[in-house]
């Protein structure tokens, strides 16, 4: 497992943000203040609240955040407040699967039931193409498998009219992978790029299967704890965030703000239950992309987008700009809450951005705050 304890802290540098943290404003030490794309989204009362932090190839850290995080008492984001990240775990999840090949635990192209429970390896095995699909094609969603979040009941209780009622209900990723596999696939496994959730979920077993410890536990022993990400964590079926945070928006939530802050994230488990912070994911991305957590060949596999045709690496997408750089990174989206990393292939310039709700960012803002971060 690659060492992390060399790696410059990330927090370090945030600690200077003395000099340029303001409200509604982005800043850097010795920088000009500029009005931020996101502020236009609370303007017009897209989202309660936004922020964005972001540092330059030159180490230039600016922050901004806009709105408030609770509804009740006006209170501002805050630098290091938790929330759901949602997908951005994808990319965790990857990290230590690549980590357990570079250590000859799995090969990427082993069939995915060799490294299962035996009943899940027997479920999947009995499904249409299910003995077919590999760790690879888990890894760059080309598998084929259903996604249970498109199953119409979860979508209705976790997402729709029967949130209120089944926000705290725990599933567990067996009972998610049998929901799954009763929907015929998508496509035979590798013929076509199709985002599952399902992919990870299973993931997420074969890591246990592996190492005899939880993808959370393993998380947190090569990613977590070598980064000293104190604000990531991974819940379980907690419902409450940790301390400092603020409020989750939704318009499936309950009562007329939609308040969907406490929920049981076991219904997104290896595929999006982590929480984490803006500074720590700028952090993890940064150590990513620069090397720190993956050998070179693990780290240009992860990269490697030519079995999605370009849409698609190992728990990473790329985003092309307009100047013709591209960027790499993933987003989140889970109740009440939306986030983003992006970053440049060597882990040098990145912005993490959310807002709390989980309206998505629409594309125009979305392309205007990447130009302006990156391109201009």
Known sequence: MP?????????????????????????????????????????QRTVPGAAELSQDAHGVVRFAATGVSDLRTGRGIGLTDRFRAGSVTKTVIATVALQLAAEHRLNVDDPVTEHLPPGTAA????????????????????????????????????????????????????????????????????ARYRYSNT??????????QVTGRSYAVEALRRVIAPLHLSGTSFPGTRTTLPSPHGRAYSASGPGPAGDVTELNPSAAGAAGEMVSTLPDLNRFFQALLSGALLPPSQLRAMLDTRATGGRYGMGVFPVRLPCRRTVWGHNGEINGSYVQTLATADGRHLVSYRVNSDSRLP??????????????
């Open 3 to 43: 060492t992390c304890a060399a790696f410059p802290r990330l927090t370090a540098t945030i600690a200077a943000l003395s000099c340029a943290v303001a409200a509604s404003v982005t800043s850097g030490c010795g920088g000009v203040a500029t009005r931020s794309p996101l502020q236009d989204l609370v303007s």
């Open 363 to 376: 594309p125009r803002t979305e392309a205007r705050l990447l130009r302006e971060e990156f391109c201009d």
């Open 123 to 190: 479920t999947l095995a009995r499904a249409r193409y299910g003995r077919s699909v590999t760790v690879r094609q888990l890894l760059t969603h080309t598998s084929g498998l259903f996604s249970y979040t498109d199953d119409g009941a979860f979508r209705r209780d976790f997402f729709g009219r029967g949130f209120a009622a089944h926000r705290f209900v725990s599933h567990s990723p067996e009972a998610l992978v049998r929901t799954a596999l009763a929907h015929p696939p998508y496509a035979p496994p590798g």
């Open 199 to 208: 992919d990870y979920l299973l993931l997420g077993m074969v890591i246990r």
